[in-house]
């Protein structure tokens, strides 16, 4: 009779690996129904903050190169697709594969249009931030006449 020898702590450890797994799916599902995510095999994640002149986005983009990555402005929203590759040379035999590769896109609605010809994008270290500036509001115009004498 070979004896069994139980490690608690192991098994907790293990029990605490699948709640993660569990506790990330559901969440994974209910990001997935926001507006504003569409189809893609990931989604990075990103982080919106607005100032009165515009609104600035920073989206977690690590392992990509700014050539994969695409954006467009128009009206109130902002797309931003791309793709990540999976790296060449890996081993054949995978014991863990976490990370998703492939297509992705997220659009951000904004509560005012933007102004899509003054975007501008910084890519480091596999963060992508945008300031997407406000439209200038269309007031009347002045000009002061001076009189000639």
Known sequence: MAIVRW??????????????????????????????????????LADVFETPEAFLLEIELPGLHKDDIEVHAEGDALSVRGERHLQEGKP?????MERRFGPFSRTFQFPEDVDPDRVSAEFTDGLL??????????GSWRARVERAD
């Open 7 to 44: 490690e608690p702590f192991r098994d907790l450890l293990s029990l605490q690996e699948r709640m993660n797994r569990l506790f990330e799916a559901s969440l994974s599902r209910e990001r997935l129904d926001e507006p504003g995510l569409l189809s893609g095999d990931w989604v990075p």
């Open 92 to 96: 054949e035999g995978f014991h863990r």
């Open 129 to 138: 931030r945008l300031e997407v500036p406000k439209v200038r509001p269309r």
